[in-house]
């Protein structure tokens, strides 16, 4: 990563509210470079750059920036909470049932909340959460090749 990209990771911090320290810009940069990751990943990616951090800080970074607005966590069912940086769009997502990958998916139709309820309860909806579930293109060719060459 470049000075200059660090220093986009930074200002992005610092518009968020927050102070810029060396783990925030570790969990930052790790999170750019890994998008829908999990804690323990990070926790990997950012113990290479800084070996002194701990599991309990990236979880605390990754808080500090939820509340900030700054990442989004997404919670597949059977899965880990994963964090990623597009936030603010009601996007969606699609996951691999097979290798777990997860991809955007963009709002199904028209504008936020791209989904109405039937009856909405007197709420006033402003976001839908979609996870759309299925076999990705590479486990879809595992798969054909296991049923062609048993």
Request: glycine share 8%; charged share 20%.
């Amino acid at each position: 990563m470049t000075a200059v990209d660090a220093e986009l990771l930074a200002d992005s911090i610092r518009s968020a509210g927050l102070k810029v320290t060396a783990p925030r810009l570790a969990v930052l940069r790790a999170l750019t470079e890994r998008p829908h990751s999990n804690a323990d990943a990070l926790f990997g990616a950012v113990r290479t750059e800084l070996p002194g951090t701990s599991l309990q800080a990236v979880y605390g970074v990754l808080t500090s920036f939820g509340t900030a607005g700054l990442v989004r966590k997404i919670e597949p069912a059977g899965s880990p909470a994963l964090f990623e940086r597009r936030v603010g769009d009601n996007h969606h997502h699609i996951v691999c049932t097979r290798c777990d990958v997860v991809h955007d998916v963009d709002c199904a139709v028209g504008h936020a909340p791209c989904l109405t309820p039937a009856d909405a309860l007197g709420f006033d909806v402003r976001a839908a959460e979609v996870i759309y579930w299925g076999l990705c293109s590479s486990c879809q060719a595992a798969e054909h090749l296991n049923t062609t060459n048993p």
